[in-house]
């Protein structure tokens, strides 16, 4: 396994505008965040509500709110903002990855950012990720992160993998990613206009990709989790939540 590290666009240099300039425009903003609106707020819906499933969630989300723009006038996280330096950089970082994964011509690829929190259980789970991955898929979200466990009505496999309809991931710290994927993303996320982990359920959605969440999880989303201050994300805008509880993915 060859490990690379990849930090090919850092905030100051996304600052000074070095990369491709970034144009914010409130209209794609819009245009990305209608095919998944929904489901944000359907998994905050259900995460409020218990053990409901995501399903039921969303399904209360599409009949309470249906237009963005409704939406957005209860959850103004929702609605159009500038990206942070911190967060262009994350999403060309992201990017340059499935490049090079592309390149590769590998099958999939690891993709972590520099905040999972590795534990006793880490090498243990990852090895038998790998081993009893499903038959066919584009992404598996192996780390989590913000108290986002599979629930009830997700089809598993191989006891350890979620199948998540409609298709969105937990964050963007940690996940496998198939080549084929990538392939899709690079030519639908050319140019930022969610951060990069919303951008990812907007191509998941736009692909219908196939898409599974691991339990138990791998490793920790650090910054999430609270083990130490987020620095990268600062102006990280996902759902609104309450203190983390304690789960299996922030154990």
């Keep these: 396994m060859a490990l690379q590290f990849v930090a ?15 144009r914010f425009d409130p209209a794609r903003w819009n245009d990305w965040m209608a095919p998944v609106y929904a489901t944000f707020l359907g998994y905050a819906i259900a995460q409020e509500n218990g053990n409901m499933p995501w399903t039921y969630g969303i399904s209360m989300a599409r009949r309470r709110f249906r237009t963005l723009e409704a939406a957005v006038q209860v959850a ?8 942070s330096p911190s967060e262009l950089s994350c ?23 520099d905040d999972i929190v590795l534990l006793e ?16 898929w584009d992404v598996v979200d192996i780390v989590g992160g913000v108290n986002m466990a599979p629930r009830g009505g997700m089809p598993a496999v191989n006891a350890m993998f979620y199948r998540v309809l409609p298709p969105r991931d937990r964050t963007s710290c940690g996940y496998l990613i198939s080549r084929r994927f990538c392939i899709k993303v690079l030519e639908i996320l050319r140019e930022p206009v969610l951060p990069i982990d919303w ?9 219908q990709a196939v898409v ?11 910054s ?12 990280d805008h996902d759902m609104p939540q309450r203190p983390p509880a304690v789960r299996h993915e922030d154990a």
């Design 212 to 222: 599974y969440w691991s339990y138990p999880t791998a490793f920790v989303h650090g």
């Design 224 to 235: 999430k989790a609270g083990h130490y201050p987020e620095t990268v994300m600062r102006n």
């Design 8 to 22: 090919d666009w850092p905030p100051e240099m996304v600052a000074r505008e070095i990369v491709p300039p970034y």
């Design 91 to 113: 999403y060309h970082n992201h990017l340059a990855a499935y490049e090079r994964i592309v390149a590769s011509g590998k099958d999939f690829a690891l993709v972590v950012e």
């Design 121 to 136: 259980r880490s090498v243990p789970i990852l090895r038998r990720t790998l081993q009893s991955q499903p038959r066919q």
């Design 199 to 207: 951008a990812m359920s907007h191509a998941m959605a736009r692909t």
């Design 76 to 83: 103004a996280w929702l609605g159009p903002r500038e990206l």
